[in-house]
C-alpha cells in the first residue's frame, strides 16, 4: 500500500510561485510513475505533469514552460515548482502514483492518490 502526502499549497498572488510537494509511503514508490493532477471548480480533474520512475518527464500544456517536476527518490518525494501563475491554475491538486505492469498476460495496475491541497491564485 502506498500513501500520498501533499504540502505546500494556499493562496498565492498572481505572478507568483508555487512550491508543493507529496512525500509518499510504501515499499513500491521508486518504481511508480509520479505525477501531479489538479481539478479547477466545477471542472474535471486533469493532467499538470508526470515524471517516470526513470526520470522522464510530461507536462501538460498549459504549465509547459512555467512548471517543473522532480522526485527525490531517497525521500520518496515527488515536487512541482510553478512560477507565472494565473487566476486557472486555481484548483486542488492531487498527487498521484501509478504503474501498469503486464505479466504472463494479466494487466497489473498500481494506482494511488493523495488527499488533494487547495491552491488558490489571487490578484
Known amino acids: 500500500q502506498v500513501q500520498l502526502v501533499e504540502s505546500g499549497g494556499g493562496l498565492v498572488q498572481v505572478g507568483g510561485s508555487l512550491n508543493l510537494s507529496c512525500a509518499a509511503s510504501g515499499t513500491i514508490v521508486s518504481i511508480l510513475g509520479l505525477g501531479w493532477y489538479r481539478q479547477p471548480p466545477g471542472e474535471k480533474r486533469e493532467l499538470v505533469a508526470m515524471i517516470s520512475s526513470g526520470g522522464s518527464t510530461n507536462y501538460a500544456l498549459s504549465v509547459k514552460g512555467r512548471s517543473s517536476i522532480s522526485r527525490d527518490n531517497d525521500k520518496n518525494t515527488v515536487y512541482l515548482q510553478m512560477t507565472s501563475l494565473k487566476p486557472d491554475d486555481t484548483a486542488v491538486y492531487y498527487c498521484?502514483?501509478?504503474?501498469?505492469?503486464?505479466?504472463?498476460?494479466?494487466?497489473?495496475?498500481?494506482?494511488?492518490w493523495g488527499q488533494g491541497i487547495q491552491v488558490t491564485v489571487s490578484s
Open positions: 498521484r502514483g501509478y504503474k501498469a505492469t503486464m505479466t504472463d498476460g494479466q494487466l497489473y495496475e498500481y494506482d494511488y
